[in-house]
């Protein structure tokens, strides 16, 4: 795969692990649950699920699973539309359970994927809703800035 080596990536309280075969349904149920989260708002069914992880393993997106200390799921990001060429890669897919918001794990592991990603990458956009101003807070204390409106796209380039 192009781009970062696809391997667990570990932090203080939680790990981002790669995706594997056997978190697609959970993958599944859980992007439905938060499907308005998504710039593409539409439920996925379990057949949409398996076309969708044929293509990602032809691609160079790199999907990652959050997980607890303990391996408990929490939620997912990645990065996508990955483009080595010019050292570019788009931050997002991100969901993190709603028992879990508030207690600062969204911000630790955005920040732990993007400072990853910024060793190969010279640049992570991310696209947010405009109404989504807990996620913009966490891109903006994350080293992110405003790069287009009105849907507002923020990067972070290598310093």
Known sequence: MKGM????IEGTRLNLVP????DIEWLRIIRNQYK???L???GISPEQQKIWYKRYLGSNDQMYVVELKSGERIGTVGLYNIDAD???????????LEEYQGKGYAEEFVKLLVNEALRIFDKIKVEVHLDNINAIAI??????KVATKPVL????IKE
Do not use: C, M, P, W
């Open 153 to 156: 796209l923020l990067e972070r």
């Open 40 to 42: 593409d708002s539409g």
């Open 5 to 8: 080596e696809q391997k667990v």
């Open 36 to 38: 308005d989260h998504f």
């Open 139 to 144: 891109y903006a204390r994350s080293g992110f």
């Open 19 to 22: 995706i594997n075969v056997s």
């Open 86 to 96: 010019n050292r570019v890669a788009t931050f997002g897919r991100v969901i993190l």
